[in-house]
């Protein structure tokens, strides 16, 4: 018994000029890839930029206020100092505008439920204004590639920051009996 050592099996036909098309795709699709890995790396950096500019905001504005309530606790000048200072941030080398941050005024007050300090927005009645909020929206971010495709990729950033001050009362007793 004696078998056939030839196949009959057919060879497929040659398929020619397939890989150049594939390499085009390849390349499209690893360049769409790199366009969102570089704007998401932008996202990100806007996200701290906007993070640290409210940040400043709420520190200049805390540091603003005052413990006289006759003066409603400086709380104009403190709107005022917050909003020039905000103006020398940039986000994504876009000037942030004064118009962009949004301030609102609390106390910063101790309760007795839950024995931990906590601010209240707005201030507590017959509290001094003690806490401030500060945020910061930043709109029409520029993109990498927003501009190549004529659209607006990156969505609106916004961040939040809080600054509070809390008044200590220091006694200090020296022994001079001898």
């Keep these: 018994m004696r078998r056939n050592t030839h196949s ?5 036909a040659r398929r020619r000029a397939i890989i150049l098309p594939l390499v085009a ?7 769409g890839f790199l366009a969102l890995a570089i704007d998401i790396g932008m996202l990100a950096i806007a996200k701290t930029q906007v993070q640290q500019s409210a940040d400043l905001a709420a ?5 603003t206020m005052n413990g006289n309530a006759g003066t409603n606790y400086n709380q104009s000048a403190a709107v005022t100092n ?26 910063y007050d101790y309760n007795q439920t839950t024995q931990a300090f906590s601010a209240n927005f707005p201030a507590t009645s017959g509290s001094p204004e003690t806490a401030t909020t500060a945020t910061i929206t930043s709109n029409s971010l520029p993109g990498a590639f927003s501009s190549m495709l004529k659209t607006q990729l ?15 009362d220091i006694a200090l007793v020296m022994d001079l009996s001898g």
């Design 8 to 12: 009959t099996v057919k060879r497929p």
């Design 25 to 31: 795709l390849v390349i499209v699709v690893m360049v």
């Design 59 to 63: 520190l200049t504005a805390m540091r």
């Design 82 to 107: 917050a909003q020039n200072v905000v103006t020398y941030n940039v986000v994504l080398a876009q000037t942030v505008h004064s118009s962009q941050l949004q301030l609102s005024f609390g106390s």
């Design 154 to 168: 990156l969505p609106p950033v916004s961040a939040t920051a809080q600054a509070v001050h809390r008044p200590r």
